[in-house]
């Protein structure tokens, strides 16, 4: 489990770079964090650079950007789309069901209100030595979550190891060599903009605020450097940190922002004591005391779960494997390394307690980041969180949940202003100011299935985990999600049904009957499924609450009502509540098979004919695909599983691995976006284990529904099972030879194989079931 190089990234070919996500070099720098801060470590050997990021160094403020007029045009949009005029209703969409001001600046909000997820800036350590160098290796442990790099230098080894520690929220850098008075360098840090240096206390010092996009200061921020060294000296000048012929030297980071994520202030966070404390308690330990508890913390959550899939020594440097691999050769070890590196990085950019993964997990090198480096919600934070039940990093979810949380309050201000509704209501995107409106364009940014979606997470967590504390404490959000739709689904006139609009089905168009291209709709099938599956976990939350009153009953009457998931004349689902021919038939989003894949309506055991005709869709979708978007593939890794078709699924993984991955494994969606990566590895856990369906009380437990046919030979331990079971299995030729099922909650389950099930009633609590073999199916 070790990403390892036998070249440095060059710091100074990036740093000449104009900033950006495709910077190459940027992209070959190997990820470290601990939830709240992050960092890139090019490894170079004259003068390193570690790029720095602080979860909430954000340009931008609260504003208030929900259209007080938008509500009095709803019915009027409504009745027009119902009459077939298209071309009208999305007109009047257009200028009244929008924000007010600038919204996200179309994706370039760093000097705007809506602000920017940005870089915290640099750590430059500049090492006197220049002469060349041998015997080079950069690499990033999995295992312990540490960066080395190590080379010889005139007949002198040199080495760095550098790890960020969640217990002692710092950064810590060893550097030593095998002979004495060998290191001497100068450390200096710096940002593009609103930033100064000076020394306070034997500590190097970097502060600034940032824009609030209003003209005035937003957010204060504070980063700290120390150096302790083993003999030699340390130099402190105004903006620079100097050691000269020390043994080995220790260097510690701490940043912090005034953040105070608690609308609607956002601000009074004590920075300057918080970063001052952390690293005066942090110098104060020995390195061995503070690897030690980074470890202990840090692999308490990665070695839970253990995936292979080839027993070959593994021999080739990570950045050759993607080379050969955009050539078409995978190394098997790629397979296990990307799904660990997803779990890694989750672990690394989402803590409990910290702010949750965003569009690039915790790492962005510029001002203005792409997408603006926020929380896009019409599949890309949900996909980041995919793999966080099922490969048993349960605790890296709350994060997410107490972003939900947060966003009440302001979205049930959205809702009563731009609709006029009960409950809260959240779009396509959001930031750390709480922004629930809609986006700048309707044709996008009308997204109103976003709470339903986001919301999905909730039940799934409980699913897993039967924390009854937790379905407490967010119930009253996820009730407010439901309140929304109840006042905001309206009845179609002609089918009675209940169906959602004017709304998108995202990012996507089609040609309307009367000519006109159109993003707008009732009743689209995203919507519906979405909704369907809140109401859905909705009622089944409240069951486990034992609350039944007359809501949760009006609930699931409209449930019932809802209009349903429908298959077209060409066999395929219909992406809208009519048949019109979509402009983009290889469409990146595939929201309408959410009920597939994440959602669990439409699933192979129980809608055998809507899962064929999800199945057409997918292939009509990825025949026609044109290019490779990283999550988009990442996606139907998932889909495919969840439809039983091992190939497909190995093929768009493959897509992933061959056409998306940059040296570092980051994966692209044309720049970087750390969903592709949580959702790849989400993808090859469904491959391997599947739990989504509830039959008759049961939780259905899917053993290798998707296993590819060349992946003959592997074993996993530590995946879990909706219902909270803990599997294993170790197959050889294709084949089962040895499983477990853990229970760890008591919950009744059926365990399927190759279509038979092997098991059906109770496993009790703290029990396992074993494989046996299969005379022992179940008919």
């Known amino acids: 489990m070790t990403l390892w190089y036998q070249t440095p990234a060059d710091a100074t070919v990036a740093d000449k770079v104009s900033q950006g996500s495709d910077d190459p070099e940027w992209l070959k720098a190997l990820p470290l964090g601990n939830g709240s801060l992050g ?85 430059w350590i500049e090492f006197d030595n220049k002469s060349p160098y041998t015997d080079y290796r ?32 710092a950064m810590v850098i060893k550097l030593s060599a095998d002979k004495k008075r060998q290191l001497s360098f100068t450390c200096r840090m710096n940002r593009p903009e609103c930033y100064s240096t000076y020394t306070e206390k034997e500590q190097l010092i970097m502060t600034g605020a940032l824009s ?42 701490t940043a912090s922002t005034d953040y105070k994520p608690e609308y609607p202030t956002y601000k009074g966070r004590d ?148 609709y006029n509704k009960k409950g809260w209501v959240m779009h396509p995107i959001t930031n750390i100011w709480g922004y629930t409106s809609p986006g700048e364009r309707a044709s996008w940014g009308m997204h109103t299935g976003a709470p339903a979606w986001i919301c999905q997470h909730i039940g799934e967590h409980y699913r897993f985990t039967g924390d009854k504390d937790f379905l407490h404490n967010t119930y009253p959000a996820l009730k407010g999600a439901v309140e929304f739709y109840m006042d905001w689904l309206t009845e179609d006139p ?34 519906q499924q979405t909704i369907w599956q809140l109401f859905d976990d909705f009622i089944m939350i409240s069951r486990e609450l034992s609350i039944d009153d007359d809501f949760t009953r009006q609930v699931a009457v409209a449930k019932g009502r809802l209009a349903g998931t429908r298959i077209g004349s060409d066999g395929r689902i219909m992406e809208w509540h009519e048949e019109y021919p979509e402009i983009e038939p290889g469409h990146r989003h595939i929201s309408h098979l959410f009920a597939v894949h994440p959602g669990s309506q439409i699933n192979m055991i129980q809608t055998p004919d809507l ?80 739990s989504h369906v509830y039959d008759q009380g049961n939780y259905v437990i899917q053993l290798l529904p998707s296993l590819p046919t060349n992946w003959q030979k592997g074993e996993f331990s530590g995946l879990k099972a909706r219902g909270g079971f803990e599997v294993a299995i170790k197959w050889e030729n294709g084949q089962i030879v040895d499983a477990s099922v853990k229970s760890l909650l008591g919950n009744k389950c059926r365990i399927w194989y190759n279509g038979n099930y092997l098991k059906t009633g109770n496993i009790a609590k703290g029990e396992t079931w074993k494989w046996k073999c299969e005379s022992n199916l179940i008919n």
């Not at 950069?138 to 520690?165: C, H, M, P, W």
């Not at 169906?499 to 919507?527: K, L, W, Y």
């Not at 570092?664 to 949580?678: G, K, M, R, T």
Request: some cysteine.
């Open 494 to 527: 002609i089918t009675k049904e209940l169906v959602s609009g004017p709304a998108v089905s995202p990012e996507n168009t089609f040609n309307a009957p009367d000519g006109s291209r159109c993003q707008i709709s009732m009743g689209p099938t995203h919507d």
């Open 271 to 418: 920075f300057r004591n918080i970063t001052e404390t952390f690293l005066n308690e942090a110098t104060g330990k020995s390195y061995d005391r503070l690897y030690q508890a980074h470890i202990k913390e840090y692999t308490t959550y990665f070695q839970r779960v253990d995936l292979q899939l080839t027993d070959t020594p593994d021999t080739i440097p990570t950045d050759i494997k993607v080379q050969n691999a955009r050539k078409g050769m995978v190394d098997p070890h790629l397979y296990e390394q990307l799904f660990q590196y997803g779990r890694y990085l989750l672990i690394a950019s989402s803590r409990p307690g910290s702010m949750p993964a965003n569009l690039q997990g915790i790492w962005a090198n510029k001002l203005q980041t792409a997408w603006n480096g926020d929380y896009h919600t019409d599949v890309n934070i949900e996909m980041n969180y995919w793999p966080a039940e099922v490969t048993n990093l349960s605790e890296m979810h709350l994060p997410l949940f107490s972003l939900i949380t947060s966003l009440v309050e302001p979205g049930t201000k959205t809702a009563q202003i731009q």
């Open 611 to 690: 899962t064929k005709a999800a199945g057409k869709s997918l292939d009509y979708r990825i025949q026609h695909r044109k290019g490779y978007v990283g999550w988009s593939s990442a996606w139907a890794i998932s889909q495919y599983a969840r439809l039983h078709q091992a190939k497909k699924a190995k093929d768009n993984l493959d897509d992933v691995i061959e056409k998306c991955l940059n040296p570092n494994l980051f994966a692209i969606s044309h720049v970087f976006q750390i969903d592709a990566n949580l959702g790849t590895t989400a993808g090859i856990a469904e491959m391997l284990l599947q």
């Open 212 to 253: 609030d996009g209003k003209g005035g200061d937003g957010l204060q921020y504070m980063t700290r450097l120390k150096a302790i060294p083993v003999n030699g000296s340390v130099i402190y000048s105004d903006s620079t940190l100097t050691v000269k012929e020390a043994d080995e030297v220790l260097l510690f980071l």
């Open 138 to 169: 950069r690499e990033l442990n999995l295992d312990d979550a540490t960066v080395r790099v190590s080379y010889q230098q005139g007949g002198v080894n040199f080495k760095r190891e550098i790890f960020i520690s969640h217990p002692d929220q």
């Open 39 to 123: 960092a890139m470590v090019f490894g170079d050997v004259h003068k390193e650079r570690i790029q720095l990021n602080e979860e909430t160094i954000w340009s931008g403020s609260m504003q208030n950007s929900d259209n007080p007029k938008a509500a009095k045009h709803i019915e009027t949009i409504r009745q027009l789309l119902f009459d077939g005029k298209y071309k009208e209703a999305t007109e009047l969409t257009n200028c009244t069901q929008i924000c007010t001001g600038k919204g996200s600046g179309h994706a370039q909000g760093g000097e705007l209100p809506f602000g920017c997820y940005q870089t915290m800036g640099d750590l």
